[in-house]
């Protein structure tokens, strides 16, 4: 259970997120009066109700929950938010955890299910990577944010403990200058698709981000790219949006993935395949699910060779579990290639259609001179 005396301090598990979270741990028990609770919520447990007499937590949020993602669209808590390039973000996973780009996109994708409740926030304030703050001018204002009083030199010593003495500094350098113990097989993720990464960033993570900020969002893109290939002996082998699949065969599943998350929302979808050497009743369908619900099977019916876009749309009510999409060739075929260039999504309802309520949000030196 949230409260608002609660204070929801939320970010993506990159460089900044990762240093405030340190920080904001480590600063709090340094205030001499007021020391409020830091809790670290984790995606699929429940928030325990505030104890009686508490004055309230910072809670430390990578991944909202439901009842994070409630208590946003309900503005029942002051928000912080962590801003950080998605593409930095990513690139961090890869480099400093080991995980391959789609993983990255994956872990990414959980923690922009709140943005489209960001935007009607009035109460928000904002830490982006690119302040021209210093590192000891941003523990100021998180102090003066969350009402901790400790001492200046105390707060001082800390910052300089973090950035080696170099508390002055811009933020951005205190970031680059922050690692976390290196994954064993750090040296396997630098040899990922480099290209890759930034096409899956761009397609599908900046969009989410921007969904906080920005009053109509470009549409979220799912290339063939974050798709697996179901027929093929490596269960991790993607697909790709320059490469046919062969139809020859029954009908079975042909591609699933991507199994990412997005924001609570009704989304316009529109799937394009291109298709060539077909027989005249091939028939596809998309079967979409959120976790264990289904929202919804489709079918494609090409009328010639060449690109075929088929439009359908669904509901996402709960933003926790991953999104599955399969296609599905419904008939066996004895000829036949088929090709997923991508499958678009468009949010319809939700906050994506109204214009913001509220300015965005500032800097956090800004929001607490407020």
Known sequence: MIEPRDHILLGAPGALGLWIFDLVK???????????????????????????????????CHYPNAQIVKA????????????????????????????????????????????????????AAMIERSLPRSALQIASSLSARFGLDEAADDRKKLVDRFTGG?????????????RRARAENEADAARH???????LVAS????????????????????????????????????????????????????????????????RAAITLDVRDFAKDCIFRVDVSCGATELGKFRLVPRKPG???????????????????????????????VKLERLTLTPVTAASLKP???????DIMQACER
């Open 204 to 267: 599908i993570l900046v969009p989410m981000h921007d969904m906080a900020f920005v009053d109509e969002p470009h549409a979220i893109i799912w290339p063939a790219e974050c798709f697996y290939l179901a027929d093929e002996p490596d269960a991790k082998k993607m697909a790709s949006s320059n490469a046919f699949i062969e139809l020859t065969g029954p009908s079975r599943m042909l591609l699933h993935g991507p199994y990412l998350h997005l924001p609570a929302a009704r989304y």
């Open 72 to 123: 946003i669209s309900a503005s029942h808590a002051q928000v912080t938010y962590i801003s950080e390039p998605a593409r930095q973000v990513a690139e961090f996973l890869v480099h400093e955890t080991g995980r391959t780009p789609i993983e990255a996109v994956r872990v990414c994708s959980a923690s922009y299910v709140a943005n489209l409740a960001l935007r009607y926030l009035d109460d």
């Open 307 to 337: 690109r075929s876009i088929a439009e359908f749309e669904f509901e996402v009510v709960d933003p926790i579990p991953e999104i599955q999409a399969q296609l599905v060739a419904e008939r066996g075929a004895i000829f036949g290639q």
């Open 193 to 199: 698709d480099v290209a890759n990464l930034q096409h």
């Open 26 to 60: 480590q600063l709090v028990p340094l205030s001499r009066s007021r020391k409020p609770a830091t809790f670290f919520v984790e995606r699929t447990e429940t928030i325990p109700p505030l104890p009686a007499g508490a004055e309230g937590r910072i809670l430390l």
């Open 166 to 178: 170099r508390s002055n500094e811009p933020l951005d350098v205190a970031v680059k200058n922050y």
């Open 356 to 362: 913001r309520t509220a300015p965005q949000p500032g």
